[in-house]
T-cell receptor, first 114, second 109 residues
Framework: ETGVTQTPRHLVMGMTNKKSLKCEQH?????MYWYKQSAKKPLELMFV???????ENNSVPSRFSPECPNSSHLFLHLHTLQPEDSALYLC?????????????FGPGTRLTVT | GQNIDQPTEMTATEGAIVQINCTYQ??????LFWYQQHAGEAPTFLSY??LDGLEEKGRFSSFLSRSKGYSYLLLKELQMKDSASYLC??????????WGAGTKLIIKP
């Protein structure tokens, strides 16, 4: 049990659908992250929130829209996705952004865009 | 640009020792992390190095040389459950983690 949960675990959606991914952390952390993991590629950081404020948006297309209503919850709203967006989407949290704080990951949502 | 290099795949024998190397070129350095990821599961934290030298934690050790931009993860007394991908990541000057693509470690009996 990592203390970070994600729902759904699997999602299949068409290119015209709208869906949302949910992440919740039970660790009392202040920072939360969305990553994209594709096969044989490095983890790609998408968004970072610290104390509910977005601190990073790594040139992510606007069809991905994050929302962080409080320090424990993070959403990723999906709209008009492309087949190349199929990947594992991982949520993570950490105590803060400073040097030594390790990130704790959720189990991920396996997304397939058809 | 920023870059983390590690071997794609390694094979080792149960009970043996294996060393997984990681070299990095990043904008600034605020520590290096190693994570383990079993297939279909979340990455889990293994170690953190910010100063040069060896950090030992049970069967796992991690080494850092900042001047060489180099780290390795040493796994001793390998067990079948150590079959996983091992991810190297560096925290850059913006405190963002830059990740390697991971090394898939296969353990054979």
């Amino acid at each position: 049990e990592t203390g970070v949960t994600q729902t759904p675990r699997h999602l299949v959606m068409g290119m015209t659908n709208k869906k949302s991914l949910k992440c919740e952390q039970h660790l009392g952390h202040n920072a939360m992250y969305w990553y994209k993991q594709s096969a044989k590629k490095p983890l790609e950081l998408m968004f970072v929130y610290n104390f509910k404020e977005q601190t990073e948006n790594n040139s992510v297309p606007s069809r991905f829209s994050p929302e962080c209503p409080n320090s424990s919850h993070l959403f990723l709203h999906l709209h008009t996705l492309q087949p190349e967006d199929s990947a594992l989407y991982l949520c993570a949290s950490s105590q803060g952004l400073a040097d030594s704080y390790e990130q704790y990951f959720g189990p991920g949502t396996r997304l397939t865009v058809t | 640009g920023q870059n983390i290099d590690q071997p794609t795949e390694m094979t080792a024998t149960e009970g043996a020792i294996v060393q997984i190397n990681c070299t990095y070129q990043t904008s600034g350095f605020n520590g290096l992390f190693w994570y383990q990821q079993h297939a279909g599961e979340a990455p889990t934290f293994l170690s953190y190095n910010v100063l040069d030298g060896l950090e030992e934690k049970g069967r796992f050790s991690s080494f850092l040389s900042r001047s060489k931009g180099y780290s390795y993860l040493l796994l001793k007394e390998l067990q079948m459950k150590d079959s996983a991908s091992y991810l190297c990541a560096v925290k850059d000057s913006n405190y963002q983690l830059i990740w390697g693509a991971g090394t898939k470690l296969i353990i054979k009996p």
